[in-house]
């Protein structure tokens, strides 16, 4: 079974522009949540999406936003970006994101902004 | 707050010398708990997860954590470690609270396996 894909894997933007991630999760899978990773502030839970509805949401701007597809691929947007928005950005699907599924994690796209 | 704490930032050891990478939480009731391993420009790797049942759990690459509930901790071990085994360990809690999909993560360990 393939695991989760996260495209593109490098991207470098400037300050003020957006820009769109997009990920994969395994088949079957339908919950899938979006973390940053800097190294001052470690993991940081974005957002997670089921069936094509955000189901939690975690302390960042509205420049941040994300969807979900009917065939569970989600898309991560970030708007007007800052230099502070440079980061690794990990997606992590599961079945179901209740009871006792387990994340299993995309390689990461990492954003530069410069 | 609901927390995660992994006290050390680093754990050095020497290959074939036991290990263990240390982690706290404080969450209500009892939580889901896992460890996951990053290796440099990878994702994060699913280790092991603790459910209920037997407090020693067992997981990939020789891993095993043990769970305490008085202590509130879930230390990741490994009897004897690996030079492959260098890399950043993260432990995570996924509270059962109702309306919570989302999973808290430590600051990570870096082990160092030196040769």
């Known amino acids: 079974k393939a695991g989760v894909t996260q495209t593109p894997r490098y991207l470098i933007k400037t300050r003020g522009q957006q820009v769109t991630l997009s990920c994969s999760p395994i088949?079957?899978?339908?919950?899938v949540s979006w973390y940053q990773q800097t190294p001052g502030q470690g993991l940081q839970f974005l957002f997670e999406?089921?069936?094509?509805?955000?189901?939690n949401k975690g302390n960042f701007p509205g420049r941040f936003s994300g969807r979900q597809f009917s065939n569970s691929r989600s898309e991560m947007n970030v708007s007007t970006l800052e230099l502070g928005d440079s980061a690794l950005y990990l997606c992590?699907?599961?079945?179901?994101?209740?009871?006792?599924?387990?994340?299993?994690f995309g390689p990461g796209t990492r954003l530069t902004v410069l | 707050a609901q927390s995660v704490a992994q006290p050390e930032d680093q754990v050095n050891v020497a290959e074939g010398n036991p290990l263990t990478v240390k982690c706290t939480y404080s969450?209500?009731?009892?939580?889901?708990l896992f460890w996951y391993v990053q290796y440099p420009n990878r994702g994060l790797q699913f280790l092991l997860k603790y459910i209920t049942g037997d407090n020693l759990v067992k997981g990939s690459y020789g891993f095993e954590a043990e769970f305490n509930k008085s202590q509130t901790s879930f230390h990741l071990k490994k009897p004897s470690a690996l030079v492959s085994d260098s890399a950043l360990y993260f432990c995570a809690v996924r509270p059962l609270t109702s309306g919570t999909y989302k999973y808290i993560f430590g600051t990570g360990t870096r082990l160092k396996v030196l040769a």
């Open positions: 992590a699907s599961s079945l179901s994101g209740v009871g006792t599924d387990t994340q299993y």
């Open positions: 999406y089921f069936s094509e509805t955000q189901r």
């Open positions: 969450v209500s009731g009892n939580p889901y």
């Open positions: 088949s079957g899978h339908r919950s």
